[in-house]
């Protein structure tokens, strides 16, 4: 016998005979004669039924076994007689790894809301919504970095430790070091101010004026004391950079990547997103599959501002031009006027951060977000600004320090090339691939305000 995954023995197109399965009980029904077991072990979102007959040396083994219990069992897999399962285990043997007091097992078979999830995310991803999150989300992943892979670019690891803020805002985390004087700036180690990362994005630039294509992909944070459902503290980019590029090449990048993603996780996540459809967001696999079907529409800043003003939304933040957008107006544009993904490019240069091109009207900046229904903000990139002078300017107008980014002047001085690129926000893509509409419930741990739990 060998010991299989529960996804592989349920995809059998014929029984196999002897099998050795292990997984956590999710429901035990027992009836004259033999006990019903329901066994999960996280690879797939449907369980494997196993029949342990009371007249067998294996019920022996299930005195303390209830919802919760670690098991292995050993049996035949054959054809079920019941309705909506193909197969079933006829167990010949089980071995019990641990049990869970049903008393104090806060899983139990009922549907648990999401808030209470939460305070219990160290075993939520046994529940089938939250294991089907992220099953989904290890596809999402390979989806990106198939992506990436097709098209040449190079995966890069940018530093998490910092002594640059990339986007100029000041909410970063700073870093005590190990003799930390209580100001937690970690001078002391690094000789001088150290933060967590906002973005791999600058390094990125350094490595794509190297390596032509590369991306990031991994752990961000940012200091920002926001209790939104769209907002973490610690969250994954996904973050492209290409040289001898301009905006257009980066929104079509990020079509392409969007597109890619959503196709790759309904080929492939059938059963998850049937699961989110049914219970978190009707309509979802329509509506994904309707993204895919045509063009993202695009329109300058401007052009957006004014559909915005004569919509006849009474929005909470009216809308006046040179505003960054809202989330209020970033979904009204996706999801209700052009009811489809949206690139809104060529925002006011007051608004963006130092990096980004200066258009010829020396007002705009070549800077483009992608926004999507319901969610809003997916990704925001633009192509950045390869003049060594406007550069220099824009980082003294904008009160940052030059010293702090001689290195990335250098990449102006020394063979300058057009190059751009974006970042998207991971647990974003999550939120729209899924239809969860609380960023907390896409992380495996979500680190936010006052949570710093598991």
Not at 193 to 213: D, F, I, N
Request: aromatic share 10%; hydrophobic share 40%.
């Amino acid at each position: 016998m060998r010991r299989i995954l529960i996804a592989d023995a349920l995809a059998a197109d014929a029984p196999r005979g002897d099998i050795t399965i292990c997984g956590w009980v999710r429901t035990r029904r027992d009836l004259a004669g033999c006990s019903f077991l329901e066994l999960n072990d996280g690879s797939s979102l449907s369980g494997m039924q196993c029949v342990v007959e009371h007249a067998g040396a294996a019920c022996a083994a299930l005195g303390g076994v209830n919802t919760g219990a670690a098991l292995q069992v050993d049996g035949a897999l054959v054809p079920s007689p019941g309705k909506g399962q193909r197969w079933e285990v006829l167990t010949r043997a089980v071995t019990v790894f641990g049990l869970a007091d049903p008393q104090i097992y806060p899983l139990q078979k009922k549907r648990h809301s999401d808030e209470f999830l939460r305070g219990i995310a160290h075993l939520r991803a046994r529940t089938n919504k939250y294991g089907a999150a992220f099953r989904l989300r290890s596809q999402a992943a390979r989806a990106v970095h198939e992506f990436f892979h097709e098209r040449r670019f190079t995966l890069v690891h940018t530093p998490v430790l910092t002594g640059a803020d990339c986007e100029g805002a000041g909410e970063m985390f700073r870093v005590a070091g190990p003799t930390d004087n209580g100001d937690g700036r970690g001078e002391e180690f690094f000789h001088r101010p150290c933060r967590l990362t906002v973005s791999g994005q600058l390094e990125a630039e350094a490595l794509a004026m190297g390596l032509g294509r590369v991306y990031t992909f991994g752990p961000v944070f940012r200091a920002e004391n926001s209790n939104t459902p769209r907002h973490a503290a610690e969250f994954w980019m996904i973050e492209p950079e290409m040289a001898f590029a301009d905006l257009h090449d980066t929104m079509e990048l990020g079509e392409e990547l969007i597109r890619h993603v959503i196709e790759r996780v309904l080929a492939r996540c059938r059963d998850e997103l049937g699961l989110f459809d049914a219970f978190v967001d009707k309509g979802l696999v329509e509506r994904l599959a309707g993204m895919t079907a045509e063009p993202f529409a695009r329109v300058p800043y401007a052009e957006a501002v004014r559909i915005l003003e004569a919509g006849g939304k009474d929005f909470v933040y009216p809308v006046v031009f040179g505003m960054d957008l809202q989330t209020e107006h970033e979904r009204y544009l996706a999801g209700e006027h052009f009811r489809r993904p949206v690139i809104v490019y060529d925002y006011p240069r007051e608004i963006k951060p130092f990096y980004m091109r200066v258009n010829d009207d020396n007002e705009t900046v070549a800077a483009m977000d992608i926004l999507v229904p319901r969610v809003g903000e997916l990704a925001g990139g633009s192509q950045r600004e390869e003049r060594l002078e406007r550069l220099g300017a824009r980082i003294a107008e904008l009160g940052q320090n030059p010293a702090d980014y001689w290195w990335y002047l250098d990449l102006r001085r020394f063979g300058s090339a057009p190059h751009a690129g974006f970042g998207l926000g991971f647990e974003r893509l999550l939120m729209l691939l899924t239809g969860m509409g609380n960023i907390r419930d896409v992380l495996p741990f979500p680190r936010t305000p006052g949570n710093l739990e598991f």
